[in-house]
């Protein structure tokens, strides 16, 4: 149990890192997608 619980916390910073990188990506990709002005 101590085991799933420490590597909790890793996966909750490796989703948060993986959030971060996807954000700005995902917006690029809406912003010249939808951008067609």
């Known amino acids: 149990m101590r085991f799933i619980?420490?590597?909790a916390?890793?996966?909750y910073y490796i989703g948060f890192a993986a959030a971060l990188a996807l954000v700005p990506a995902l917006t690029a990709?809406?912003?010249g997608g939808s951008s067609s002005e």
């Open 5 to 7: 619980e420490h590597n």
């Open 9 to 11: 916390k890793k996966w």
């Open 29 to 31: 990709l809406a912003d």
